[in-house]
């Protein structure tokens, strides 16, 4: 049974257990229902999300979930039409498109107050600069031109300022503002790829890329990467083999493992792309989260792509808040034509107020010092994390200790399944992710992906990887 048909099924049994309780009333958090319904913690969190829009809980942030005041019944009608009107035109091949967002809506969901949340992947508003934020955005609201239409490509002085980042000779023209990196991804895909063509992606990889290829009809085709990046001659011969155009990569802090690719392994990517005539997505995503003790930077591919090989994106939200959906995409020659009109009509443009409270950010003094003080607080909670598993789970279990970024990326012994020990921690409470979600084809893998920035403190990361500790013991069940 998939993860949507369970959400369903729960989502009714719920219901008749909720429907005559008093308003106000508790109803039984994630890892109640996780242990007693014995479901994932994405089904439980989808099951309370339909129940939430049929008015009959609420959920309060740092309380819980509750039962909403009695409402009128809804007139209820017959909507098992859509199921067939849904699903695809038999005779006609459309591609594989599909919409299975679960592992991303898993990253999205909140656990809950009770529940320590190793699985989230932006920052918690300790963390956050709220106060930079906050005068940034009464500043933008003042500015007269914030509440008119902003320029199709984004604000110039926001693109001038997204060239200079990036860095590489760019210009304002080789630059659109878009709604941060999954937008961007999307917007990417639609641009270069047509339904049915193959993508190269790295295995594992960030679950919003493997929704992002799905959703646009593209078929992913797993490259393995190592600790240096993708493998050159794997990522070679899947080129050649399906002639794939598309080549997408996260050479810096590659989420989940942490890896960097290193500058010779950026040389062979782009001798590689060059010569099979295909373009490198460059999800730059973690370039503003490094740690007090990260080593120079490599520059970013685009930098040394003259040619127009690389497309590559940059977004300010995983640094800021997850509300500042604001990013840059960037690339050189005939491609931005194509990229500029799939963001027209995917977005039409970024919203003037939220582009110029990101430019009031990136240009303040405190800008920064907040990347600084973020710095600082990653590699604390990052030491804290790394000492907690290897005394849990062992000095093996992590091969990389990333020195940027957001999380580690262990292995499990060879006893336990990820997926039903991540059930087990959300029963013991904590959340974490398996390492399925990270998988493109969708196969079994033995790691688990550990965050460190949605906790309240480092020192909530060490107790909760602790209190994993009695699971390893045996088989889970």
């Known amino acids: 049974m998939n993860d949507s048909s369970s959400s369903v099924e729960l989502a009714a049994t719920l219901a008749?257990?909720?429907?005559?309780?008093?308003?106000?009333?508790?109803?039984?958090?994630?890892?109640?229902?996780?242990?007693?319904?014995?479901?994932?913690?994405?089904t439980v969190s989808q099951a309370l999300a339909l129940l939430t829009q049929r008015g009959l809980v609420e959920s309060r942030p740092g309380a819980g979930t509750f039962r909403t005041a009695?409402?009128?019944?809804?007139?209820?009608?017959?909507?098992?039409?859509?199921?067939?009107?849904?699903?695809?035109?038999?005779?006609?091949?459309?591609?594989?498109?599909?919409?299975?967002?679960?592992?991303?809506?898993?990253?999205?969901?909140s656990p809950g107050p009770e529940v320590a949340d190793l699985n989230g992947g932006y920052?918690?508003?300790?963390?956050q600069p709220i106060g930079s934020l906050g005068s940034a955005l009464a500043r933008a609201a003042r500015r007269p031109a914030?509440?008119?239409?902003?320029?199709?490509?984004?604000?110039?002085?926001?693109?001038?300022?997204?060239?200079?980042?990036?860095?590489?000779g760019l210009g304002r023209h080789d630059v659109l503002v878009c709604g941060a990196g999954q937008g961007a991804?999307?917007?990417?895909?639609?641009?270069?790829?047509?339904?049915?063509?193959?993508?190269?992606?790295?295995?594992?990889?960030?679950?919003?890329?493997?929704?992002?290829?799905h959703a646009t009809g593209l078929r992913p085709i797993p490259v393995p990467i190592d600790t240096h990046g993708p493998v050159p001659e794997y990522l070679e011969e899947a080129v050649a083999r399906t002639r794939a155009r598309i080549i997408v990569t996260q050479p810096l802090f590659q989420n989940p493992t942490g890896a960097c690719t290193t500058p010779q392994r950026q040389r062979e990517l782009l001798r590689i792309a060059r010569s099979h005539g295909a373009f490198i997505v460059e999800d730059d995503y973690a370039r503003h989260m490094r740690h007090t003790d990260t080593p120079t930077l490599p520059p970013p591919l685009i930098a040394d792509d003259p040619d127009g090989v690389v497309i590559h994106i940059r977004s300010l939200t995983k640094v800021t808040s997850p509300n500042l959906r604001v990013g840059g995409l960037a690339a050189r020659g005939p491609v931005m034509a194509r990229l500029r009109a799939a963001h027209i009509i995917d977005t039409m443009f970024?919203?003037?107020?939220?582009?110029?409270?990101?430019?009031?950010?990136?240009?303040?003094?405190?800008?920064?010092?907040?990347?600084?003080?973020?710095?600082?607080?990653?590699?604390?909670?990052?030491?804290?994390?790394?000492?907690?598993?290897?005394?849990?789970?062992?000095?093996?279990a992590l091969p990389l200790r990333p020195r940027g970024g957001y999380h580690l990326w262990l292995r499990l012994p060879a006893h336990l399944e990820a997926g039903q020990f991540a059930a087990a921690a959300?029963?013991?409470?904590?959340?974490?992710?398996?390492?399925?979600?990270?998988?493109?084809?969708?196969?079994?893998?033995?790691?688990?992906?550990?965050?460190?920035?949605?906790?309240?403190?480092?020192?909530?990361?060490g107790d909760a990887i602790r209190r994993l500790r009695p699971l390893l013991a045996g088989e889970l069940t």
């Open 350 to 396: 970024v919203p003037a107020p939220l582009q110029f409270t990101a430019l009031e950010v990136v240009t303040a003094p405190a800008w920064r010092r907040n990347l600084a003080t973020l710095a600082a607080a990653l590699t604390h909670r990052r030491t804290v994390a790394v000492d907690a598993v290897r005394e849990v789970f062992g000095p093996h």
């Open 16 to 42: 008749t257990e909720i429907d005559p309780l008093p308003a106000g009333s508790r109803i039984p958090t994630h890892r109640e229902l996780v242990r007693r319904f014995e479901v994932s913690a994405t």
């Open 123 to 127: 920052l918690h508003p300790d963390l």
């Open 426 to 461: 959300l029963s013991a409470g904590v959340a974490l992710t398996p390492g399925t979600s990270y998988s493109p084809s969708g196969e079994p893998s033995p790691h688990l992906r550990i965050s460190y920035v949605a906790t309240p403190s480092a020192a909530d990361i």
């Open 146 to 168: 914030a509440w008119d239409r902003p320029p199709v490509g984004g604000l110039p002085e926001l693109r001038d300022w997204f060239a200079a980042d990036i860095g590489g």
């Open 185 to 213: 991804m999307g917007t990417v895909l639609r641009a270069l790829g047509q339904p049915g063509d193959p993508v190269i992606v790295e295995t594992p990889t960030y679950p919003g890329t493997i929704a992002a290829v």
């Open 70 to 109: 009695t409402r009128p019944a809804p007139a209820v009608g017959d909507t098992s039409w859509q199921e067939a009107a849904l699903a695809p035109t038999p005779g006609i091949d459309h591609g594989a498109r599909s919409f299975g967002g679960a592992a991303m809506l898993g990253t999205l969901s």
